[in-house]
C-alpha cells in the first residue's frame, strides 16, 4: 500500500478499535474475539502476536528500556 493510504487506514483502525472499546462494557478480550474471522487473517496474526514470543516479550523489554533510560535522565 501506499504510505498515505496504509496511514490512513492504520489511523482508522486503532481509532474504530479505541471508539469500540470506550462505549462498550465488554472486555477487550470479548470484543476482539467478536470481530476476528476463525482462520481469517486477522486470526492468523494474533496468533503470532500473542505466542510466548510474540508482543508480549517485546513490550516487556521496550517498557525496561524505557524505565531505564528515565532513570538515566532523572540524574
Known sequence: LPDQ????L???TVAGSGE???RSDLPSAT???NVTS???TT???LEV???NDGLQPLMTKAIAAATRRSKELAK
Open 38 to 40: 476463525p482462520g481469517g
Open 49 to 51: 502476536l500473542m505466542a
Open 31 to 33: 470484543l476482539r474475539q
Open 5 to 8: 493510504l496504509a496511514t490512513t
Open 20 to 22: 469500540l472499546l470506550h
Open 10 to 12: 492504520a489511523r482508522a
Open 43 to 45: 486470526a492468523a496474526a
